[in-house]
C-alpha cells in the first residue's frame, strides 16, 4: 500500500501519543483524596490540583488537536486532486 494514502503520517502519530501522555499526567496530577464529612483535607486547593493540572490538559488537548489537522509535508494526495479537478 502506498504511503501517500494515509492521512496521518509518522509524525502525526507521535504529536498525537505526547499530546496523550500529557493530558494523562495532567489527570494525574488532579487526583488524589479528598475531603469527607469527618476530615478536611486542603490539598484539594493546592495550586497543583487547581492551576497546574488543568494547563497541562488543555495543552495536551490543544497538541492532540494539532497533531490531527496538521498535514505531512509530502502530501501529494491534495496536489493530485488539485489537478483532476482542472482538468
Not at 479528598?34 to 493546592?46: C, K, L, Q, V
Not at 492551576?51 to 488537548?61: E, R, S, Y
Amino acid at each position: 500500500m502506498d504511503k501517500s494514502n494515509f492521512a496521518f503520517d509518522r509524525v502525526n502519530y507521535i504529536l498525537l501519543a505526547a499530546g496523550m501522555a500529557v493530558v494523562i499526567i495532567g489527570f494525574l496530577l488532579m487526583s488524589g483524596s479528598g475531603s469527607n464529612e469527618t476530615a478536611y483535607d486542603p490539598d484539594i486547593f493546592s495550586a497543583r490540583r487547581i492551576k497546574v493540572a488543568p494547563v497541562l490538559c488543555l495543552l495536551g488537548f490543544v497538541s492532540m488537536i494539532y497533531a490531527v489537522v496538521r498535514r505531512p509535508k509530502g502530501d501529494n494526495a491534495t496536489k493530485q486532486t488539485d489537478k483532476e479537478g482542472e482538468a
